[in-house]
């Protein structure tokens, strides 16, 4: 009966009976419970949120299944409105989770977005990179339709910390880049490189972790693994939390704590002057910039020709070796990136069965504006059929046709294609489309569709490769060239040949045909080069090839050679080798 006079008055007045309140909350009444706590979610402010939390939190421990999951929700509101220490507002989070883990669903998009911003700057210490790792893998999904906190962005802030992490902390990385690659298809690309270059790890965790998530996606089909970790629904932005709404369910709109939690604290107005301070400090010094190129542009451009007169701006010099490192890494390699800067990121994904192939490319604006007129073009080739079909607009051949593809989002163009004929180059495709300041840009690409892509590996005993290897000899049939090791790449010894066999096996797609290398520095191999052409009888043509390389460790070099019926076979096995070995 007092708690209820108490109730009728002023926040102020009930304060001074703080200590009665708590001791309520231990009365065998549940009734005289639930007063209890309305009165201290009522009462509580800045000056007293830390005790009356902690108290709330201490007394969570004993609380009966009853009035435990009104009590999360409450110290959950209380703890985030007047939270002035964020290391408090953690260590009570973590005191939820752990005390009633069953009640604190609604912090979880919370927590991913605070601790994303938290990972955002490029120095940060490592425990709050493996802690926004952990959260970003398991719940980044609830955020990923908020504006810049989509997959890809998840992705790129965490991997900016991947070289100054240890271990520990990049086998929790590839755990979580192995989720978003499941969730979001646009970084798949991203993630793929990512995997090969730390299946060869000396860290066992990370290697075993590599090999695992990537084999994962190779047993099954995509649309399989892409059925069974299909994205949650997007997480619905409010003006609301989400901790409100439901003590708003609760309790109705007219409770008195429903009208507390509605009101804002000190705490959250100072965060609230932060963020808008901030956020205007940027736009501010956006627009100034902005302002400053005009400037620039009025000066340069006085007595020249509009922009859209000038040449279409190509790829920029110190880009082409990336460029060309991305291309080689592809054409071994199931997925990854061909071409980044500033503006465009061109990703890649392709798959081969037999004669056949489906290339799916993904273009992704990376700038702050839009990209009008959009276009693509691959060139058709004799050797291979295509059929394509892109994004509306995409595959336009007109000048002031295309698409548009707003910021941060991506236009995709899928290829299917059949080989008819051993072919030696790769399709050339070229990239159009012009900024909003009216700048046109032309990158001319490859694709990496090669010849290796598709090969059946084939397992020979030793006497059958030998006699087919000889009797392949010959100047036509025969391609050879020896190439050194990289000046940084470490001496040659069993683990460097240890992946110089995977090239042959997983790249190359050859398989190895073990005792009939003489020596240890030997790796020999056999494939099958698949096409969709038919001989007169209706059989498929097809290209039998053989594969060696020799090893030189004295001399930090490498002899390649191959052997098929077909010339252009020949040279484009030893092309597509000798440029994987380069970067192995």
């Not at 009365?27 to 509580?44: G, N, P, Q, T, Y």
């Not at 435990?68 to 959950?76: F, G």
């Not at 601790?115 to 802690?131: D, F, G, K």
């Not at 952990?134 to 989509?150: K, Q, W």
């Amino acid at each position: 009966a007092k708690l209820a006079q108490l109730d009728g008055g002023s926040a102020e007045g009930v304060k001074k009976h703080q200590a009665t309140v708590l001791v309520s909350l231990k009365d065998a009444d549940i009734s005289v419970r639930r007063r209890a706590l309305d009165l201290l979610f009522v009462m509580c402010d800045s000056d007293n949120a830390e005790r009356i939390v902690d108290e709330l939190v201490a007394h969570l421990v004993l609380a009966d299944a009853a009035i435990r999951e009104e009590m999360v929700l409450k110290i959950a509101i209380l703890a985030e409105k007047y939270a002035t220490d964020l290391r408090w507002y953690v260590d009570t989070i973590l005191k939820l989770i752990s005390i009633s883990g069953d009640h604190v669903s609604d912090l979880q998009a919370y927590a991913a977005a605070t601790l994303l911003v938290a990972a955002s700057p490029r120095r940060c210490h490592e425990t709050a990179v493996r802690v926004s790792a952990y959260v970003l893998g398991e719940f980044g999904f609830l955020i990923a339709e908020r504006p810049g906190m989509s997959g890809e962005e998840q992705f790129r802030i965490l991997h900016q910390h991947w070289h100054n992490s240890d271990g520990t902390t990049r086998a929790i990385l590839i755990s979580t880049y192995a989720k978003l690659a499941n969730l979001y298809e646009e970084c798949r690309p991203l993630v793929a490189p990512v995997f090969a270059r730390c299946k060869n790890s000396v860290h066992v965790e990370i290697q075993q972790r590599s090999a695992e998530y990537a084999a994962m996606r190779e047993a099954f089909s995509p649309e399989a693994v892409e059925d069974l970790l299909r994205e949650m629904p997007p997480f619905e932005e409010k003006e609301e939390s989400a901790l409100e709404m439901r003590l708003k369910e609760k309790e109705g709109e007219d409770s008195a704590a429903v009208v507390k939690a509605a009101r804002p604290s000190a705490a959250q107005k100072q965060r609230a002057a932060q963020a808008a301070a901030v956020a205007k400090a940027a736009a501010e010094e956006e627009e100034a910039l902005q302002r400053e190129g005009e400037n620039d542009l009025d000066d340069e451009g006085r007595n020249s020709q509009p922009v859209q007169d000038a040449a279409p701006v190509g790829i920029p010099k110190e880009v082409i070796p990336a460029m060309r490192k991305a291309f080689s890494n592809l054409c071994t390699s199931p997925s990854g990136v061909l071409f980044e800067n500033s503006l465009l990121q061109v990703g890649v994904k392709h798959e081969y069965q037999g004669a056949q192939g489906r290339i799916t490319v993904f273009f992704g604006n990376l700038g702050s504006n839009l990209l009008k007129h959009f276009r693509v073009t691959v060139d058709e080739c004799e050797h291979l059929r295509m059929q394509k079909q892109g994004t509306e607009g995409l595959l336009d051949d007109e000048e002031g046709g295309g698409c548009s593809v707003a910021v941060r989002t991506q236009a995709k163009l899928l290829l299917l294609v059949e080989v008819m004929a051993p072919f030696d180059d790769a399709p050339a495709m070229r990239v159009k489309f012009e900024t909003t300041e009216g700048t046109k840009h032309e990158y001319p690409l490859r694709l990496p569709i090669v010849a290796t892509c598709f090969m059946e590996p084939v397992i020979l005993e030793p006497g059958a490769f030998m006699q087919r290897w000889k009797s392949l000899e010959g100047q036509e049939r025969e391609c050879q060239e020896i190439v050194k090791a990289p000046q940084n790449a470490p001496e040659i010894d069993e683990e460097y040949m240890d992946r110089i066999v995977s090239i042959v096996t997983d790249g190359l797609k050859f398989g190895r045909c073990k005792g009939c290398d003489p020596t240890p520095w030997t790796v020999s191999g056999a494939a099958t080069f698949r096409t969709g052409s038919k001989d007169k009888n209706g059989n498929h043509i097809n290209v039998g090839c053989l594969f060696r390389v020799e090893a030189n460790p004295q001399a930090r070099a490498f002899r390649v050679t191959t052997r098929t019926l077909h010339p252009l076979c020949s040279k484009a096995v030893k092309n597509v080798a000798l440029v994987s070995i380069k970067l192995a």
